[in-house]
């Protein structure tokens, strides 16, 4: 069985008009995407962490990266959801 890759792209990040700011681009695959979505979503816990001891400026940094991150995760894992659904419904 060929690995199963992203199949669509899948915007994600709003702007303050609600138009996404971003795109997971098909042609990735599932494993690697799930991999940077683990190693994202550690880093945002560890940015997370280290905003409670920070400076009141240098939290808001922090926890805005860490939105970010999160942001990011999500729609990788949205991309992925919708490729194994996807490739299930073809079978």
């Not at 609600?18 to 979503?41: D, W």
């Not at 880093?43 to 990266?65: G, I, K």
Request: hydrophobic share 45%; proline share 8%.
């Amino acid at each position: 069985m060929p690995d199963l890759t992203l199949q669509n792209p899948t915007p994600f990040g709003q702007s303050f008009t609600g138009e996404p700011l971003f795109s997971v681009n098909p042609g990735i695959p599932i494993k690697l995407a799930l991999e940077l979505t683990a190693q994202l979503l550690g880093s945002a816990a560890v940015l997370s962490a280290e905003s409670q001891l920070a400076s009141p400026q240098t939290s808001h940094s922090l926890t805005f990266a860490s939105l970010q991150l999160v942001e990011m995760s999500k729609g990788l894992i949205d991309a992925t959801l919708d490729s194994v659904v996807q490739a299930q419904s073809v079978k």
